[in-house]
């Protein structure tokens, strides 16, 4: 089976079941297709119902799905591992989404558990094979002027004497301990070859006495950067990045100040107060303190609306989840700009509209205030505008 | 607008980048910050002990880090040194440019540098923007920083399928030019041929303002170095590239009135007319070889190149639709492929002016434009439709314009 | 023709307060432009008034992505040029002087606000100023970050409690003489003494109470200053300085960053001994064993002499924060601004109940980060 990024696009279908959360689909009922394009591809469908999962390999057309997912596969693969972004993969049209994108975004990550690659079988190391690679991974240049010879006595099973001896810039490695030495290191083969692959920390391994050290200490601390790092063959890049995740959270208390405070006052008495400038008259919707046009302050409250009229508006398909709680809205949603009754041209606001009215909003209808049953004097109590739709006289 | 002479001519002798891709995972701040001050010290020959003075911006929530200058310093190199934090949101790049030019052109510097970085995936993107609102008010109504109100305008202006196919033939221009900047965070390989496709098919955001129209988030820096005339005199390393003047066009935090009836003059057009009318030009369009636009979306990209250029009617439509502003047409747009392309907030406006002077020095490398580049145009976009806008030159010639 | 020298025309000031509840950024900042133009008659006229903005404030204090977007309005920014100095106050008024010496522009209007009070601990924002990995999750703040270095210079200068309590008392006094000044109820020094450690050595009293504020002023080039003040106060020399980050890495008491600020100022100022040739300085005390510690920086004495110089009277021959300093409660970004404030107040003759007589050139200094990691320094003259 053709690999990407270390798996397989079937390995991914088929550790679904074993990754499925019944519990967080006891609402769900769907049939989600999968073509995954290319070597190593194929077709699949998941069918969710009541907290079951049935996954299929699908030969013929994908039918009966209610969201079809298109790629090639090296992009599934990808993706699902993180490795290369959903959204780039969406925008790049390397992934197709038949049906919502959004929905299965939030869909899939509750009903599953990621996937993660499977683990690669360790490649068994001793200690005669990372000797044998010394002088390859020999640093010249990091050794003008050094003379020493390093011995290693490595005990136990895979273990051997082995004396690394460098001078001129260059560096041979004999079988046998030289005398003399430099310096010896004692120690288990198995503790050598741990601190080389990088599994025993060498610090804790000299210092809770796993290596026994004879000779120049210095010249002992000093080996480490005459030779390039040791990579155990066929291993994948080793993942040292630590990931620190805090949610910082500091509480406000914001002043309205007198301005928006009556703005405020107004709602609760499901009225729209704005502010007129004594200089240019524009009506601002929030009042604000001063106009910014005529730079003077801003001291007489007119009411404007209730009504008003649609100058622009936005139907919003991609809602931002919200920061903390990772809530999304429903979609599509319609955000209004409108000129209340009585409010200079310019100065449209936006409010929410009514969904049911969704389809009926154009550019110059009618709105009106949808108030919260009780108003308080705060921002909930405007739930948004619904159409003013009223019969025409004629 | 009276315009004064500048006490002191300024010019641009280093520029480094670090990539922009999403996940910077393998650098800290400091590490990122210093790559890119690295960078600009080799591009101008210079160490960091020629600096007298080090400019910092980025946007601080984004990474949630209070006055991160301070432990930024271990990779700017502030050390010692006088130091300056200015930030203007999605424009501070552009905003770090003009601080630089107005600290060396006061004589009271003689080579600063200035450096913009930002890593948005250490942070919550949609918090930070969410928290630009008024928490009084609209930030409770989550009214998003999306808007497909252009798009609308565009499509009421000129039809659905001359606009929609407008905006696509920009996004895939930006793409093409990405293609050629082995920098740029988003690379996708379109091609023209994918439009009607795309068109149908991007998933919509908000109204026709489509995923693939929207600009990248991207970490990454880049770090500029300014030094006076008499500087350059003595010898640069690289050809200097002049900075002739500069804007800065704010406006206050409401929104909505920009889309009521009877739309004000947009701060693009403010900048434009009045940048150009102070210096002497009177035809943009013919005066500048380069314009780096920061173009958040392929809308309101081919929306302002109206508003910037000073056209009417459906002149930068015809232009588009001739090629006039790709990379071997008459005023190219974006050869570096654009804030669509990378977005590394806090550099993002500083790319812009850093491209414009690559350009100028020929040293763009792959998506370089063929024709010689004398005359460069570079803007930076942010806050609440703010506008930065500045003149970068290959000579010091430009004739001063007498207004007196 | 670009100008050669920039004058502070006018400042206005908005009282410190410990919770301006009933004012949000926006009113504060508008009392402030009203009351700079009440005294300059200055506007925003395209050809003959402000078009070059530099404000000061900051995001986490303000809990706003671009702090300065909430108040274009009443920064007078419409269609203008603004530029938010971040988190330093005194900074704007140097870059600003940088501005008009540019040949950009020959009015420049500061103006900068905060409000401690709105978050619910300063402390946590102040941690949020430390690295994430090391800094910030040990715990590091401003406050024990300045104990440390409390500590080390009460050593170093022989600095005692009576000392700290005298500082403390003697703000005190000036501050109650301070109409913009929060604390201002007299306090005995033996009050100071039994005050409970906030972080030892810096005990509740020693330390600035949570303010908030705001402050204005107009400069202008030579050429123009005569437009809008009779007395203008001349900027002679700005600088700053940043030290290193690690407090480790640090000699907390041996004021790196404030010398250098200070030393190129003094050079801009063509100062040759500012011993012999200041007349007042407002330093920035937020907590009280910093007035002895800012001025050994400012070579006002030498080091480890911050004692003597209290013992031997030299906050009076020096005028030293005649304001009431910093420890009289002022929001910490803008502190700075409330120094060159006072200080240029001063030079004006304006300083009411505080004014002192013969004054020619004074100082106002400011600092940010950790224990002093940075410092800047104006110096002002008539």
């Given amino acids: 089976m053709t690999e990407y990024f270390g798996t397989t696009v079937a390995d991914i279908f088929a550790t679904m079941p074993k990754r499925f959360k019944p519990e967080e689909a006891k609402e769900v009922d769907i049939a989600i297709g999968y073509e995954a394009t290319g070597e190593g591809g194929g077709k699949w469908k998941a069918t969710i119902k009541h907290g079951t999962l049935k996954v299929e390999t699908v030969d013929g057309d994908l039918t009966g799905c209610k969201t079809t997912i298109h790629t090639d596969a090296e992009t599934f693969v990808g993706v699902t591992l993180g490795k290369i972004g959903a959204l780039d993969a969406l925008s790049s049209q390397k992934l197709r989404v038949a049906g919502d994108p959004k929905f299965l975004m939030l869909l899939l990550p509750k009903i599953f558990t990621p996937y993660a690659a499977p683990e690669k079988k360790p490649v068994a190391v001793t200690a005669r094979d990372i000797i044998t690679t010394i002088a390859e991974r020999f640093r010249p240049e990091k050794a003008e002027g050094v003379a020493m010879t390093i011995g290693y006595d490595l005990t136990g099973e895979g273990g051997g004497r082995w004396t690394i001896v460098i001078r001129d810039g260059k560096c041979a490695v004999r079988g046998g301990l030289a005398d003399p030495l430099t310096v010896k290191m004692t120690m288990e083969a198995k503790t050598y070859t741990g601190m080389m692959v990088g599994t025993i920390e060498a610090v804790t391994a000299f210092t809770s006495g796993m290596v026994k050290i004879e000779g120049d200490m210095a010249a002992a601390g000093a080996t480490a950067k005459f030779f390039r790092k040791y990579v155990v063959p066929g291993a994948t890049e080793a993942e040292e990045l630590i990931s620190l995740r805090v949610t910082n959270a500091i509480e406000q208390r914001f002043a309205t100040g007198p301005v928006m405070g009556r703005w405020f006052a107004g709602l609760r008495e499901k009225k729209f107060l704005a502010n007129r400038c004594p200089k240019c008259g524009r009506t601002q919707i929030p009042p604000r303190e001063i106009c910014a046009w005529c730079r003077v302050r801003v001291h007489e409250f007119v009411e404007v609306g209730p009504k008003g009229v649609v100058t622009h508006f936005d139907i919003v398909y991609f809602a931002s989840p919200d920061p903390l709680t990772g809530a999304v809205r429903d979609t599509p949603y319609a955000t209004a700009y409108v000129v209340f009754d009585g409010s200079t041209e310019r100065e449209a606001v936006t409010m929410d509209l009514k969904k049911e009215d969704i389809p009926r909003l154009k550019e110059g209808a009618r709105v009106r205030p949808v108030w919260a049953e009780v108003t308080t004097g705060s921002y909930r109590d405007l739930i948004g505008v619904a159409l003013d739709e009223q019969e025409e006289s004629l | 607008m009276k315009m004064h002479a500048k006490n002191r001519n300024v010019a641009i002798i280093g520029i480094g980048q670090t990539s922009f891709s999403s996940h910077k995972e393998d650098q800290n701040q400091v590490e990122m910050v210093q790559e890119a001050v690295i960078n600009a010290l080799a591009d101008a020959g210079l160490k960091i002990g020629d600096i007298d003075c080090i400019v910092h911006g980025n946007m601080e929530l984004f990474e949630m880090q209070f006055a991160p200058d301070l432990w930024h310093s271990l990779g700017t190199g502030a050390y010692g040194k006088d130091e300056y934090r200015i930030t203007t949101g999605g424009t501070t790049g552009a905003t770090l440019v003009c601080a630089a030019d107005n600290l060396v052109a006061s004589g009271l510097y003689g080579t600063v540098l200035a450096i913009g970085m930002e890593k948005l995936q250490e942070g919550n993107t949609t918090g930070g923007i969410t928290n630009m609102a008024d928490p009084l008010w609209f930030r409770n109504l989550q009214t998003g920083a999306l808007t497909g109100t252009t798009a609308q305008e565009m499509i009421d202006e000129f039809g659905e399928e001359r606009a929609k196919r407008a905006a696509m033939r920009y996004r895939i221009m930006m793409d093409k030019h990405a293609m050629l900047n082995p920098r740029a965070h988003r690379r996708f390989g379109l091609e023209y041929s994918q439009m009607e496709d795309l068109m149908a098919n991007s998933p919509p955001l908000v109204g026709e303002l489509r995923l693939i129209h929207m600009c990248s988030q991207s970490d990454g820096a880049c770090a500029m170095i300014f030094t006076s005339e008499e500087k350059v005199k003595q010898g640069t390393k690289n050809p200097p590239v002049w900075i002739r003047d500069h804007i800065q066009v704010h406006r206050e935090e409401t929104i909505p009135n920009l889309f009521g009836f009877n739309k004000p003059e947009m701060t693009h057009h403010c900048a434009a007319r009045t940048l150009f009318a102070r210096n002497g030009i009177q035809d943009p369009v013919a005066y500048f070889d380069v314009f780096e636009m920061y173009d958040p979306s392929a809308w309101w990209a081919v929306d302002w190149l109206r508003e910037f250029f000073l056209l009417t009617g459906d002149e930068h439509l015809r232009m588009l639709e001739a090629g006039d502003f790709d990379l071997d047409g008459t005023i190219p747009i974006n050869p570096s492929g654009g804030v669509i392309a990378s977005n590394p907030i806090g550099a993002t406006a500083m790319l812009r002016p850093a491209e414009a002077a690559l350009q100028i020095r020929g040293d763009a490398g792959g998506h370089q434009i063929k024709k010689e580049v004398r005359h460069a145009l570079a803007s930076g976009f942010g806050g609440t439709f703010w506008t930065v806008l500045m003149i970068l030159e290959k000579e010091l010639n430009w004739q001063e314009v007498n207004h007196d | 023709m670009a100008t050669k020298r920039v004058a502070i025309c006018a400042v206005a000031q908005h009282k410190n307060d410990s919770d301006l509840w009933h004012k949000r950024f926006q009113g504060m900042l508008l009392d402030v432009l009203e009351e700079l133009q009440a005294q300059t008659g200055f506007t925003f006229d395209e050809e003959t008034g402000v078009n070059t903005i530099v404000s000061c404030s900051d995001d986490f204090f303000d809990a706003r992505t671009i702090s300065d977007n909430g108040v274009a309005d009443v920064l007078g920014a419409q269609y203008r040029g603004e530029e938010k100095m971040a988190q330093e106050g005194l ?62 210079y009460m050593k170093k200068a022989g600095l005692t409690e ?25 306090v005995e020094a033996g009050k100071v003494i039994a005050s409970p450690q906030l972080c030892d050595p ?12 705001a402050v204005g002023m107009l400069l202008a080039s030579e050429e123009r200053a005569a437009e809008f003040t009779d007395r203008p106060v001349w900027i002679a020399g700005f600088a700053n300085c940043m030290d290193s980050y690690f407090l480790g890495d640090r000699d907390l008491t041996a004021n790196f960053a404030l010398k250098q600020a200070a030393g190129r100022a003094y050079r801009k100022a063509g100062i040759a001994d500012p011993r012999k040739e200041i007349d007042l300085v407002e330093v920035m005390d937020a907590y009280a064993y910093q007035q002895p510690l800012w001025i050994e920086g400012l070579g006002l004495c030498g080091d480890g002499e911050g004692a003597r110089f209290l013992d031997q009277g030299g906050q009076e021959k020096y005028r030293v924060n005649l304001s009431g300093g910093m420890l009289a409660g002022n929001p910490v970004i803008i502190a700075g601004l409330y120094r060159a404030a006072e200080a240029a107040l001063q030079l004006k003759g304006e300083a009411g109940e505080r004014q002192v007589p013969d004054l020619h050139r004074a100082v106002a200094h400011s600092t940010t980060g950790a224990a002093g990691q940075f410092h800047s320094v104006l110096i002002l003259e008539r």
């Fill in chain 3, 91 to 152: 900074n704007a008024v140097g870059y600003a002087q940088a501005v008009i010496l540019s040949g950009y522009a020959d009015l420049v209007l500061v103006m900068g606000h905060c409000k401690e009070s709105q978050s619910e601990s300063r402390r946590i924002i102040a941690n949020m100023g430390f690295d994430p990995f090391y800094g910030r999750a040990v715990g590091l703040d401003n406050l024990n970050a300045a104990a440390l270095q409390a500590r080390a």
């Fill in chain 3, 162 to 186: 009576e000392h700290l309590a005298g500082i403390v008392v003697r703000a005190r006094q000036f501050a109650a003489r301070n109409p913009y000044a929060n604390a201002r109820e007299i």
């Fill in chain 3, 202 to 213: 810096i005990r509740q009293l020693h330390a600035y109470p949570v303010s908030d504020g």
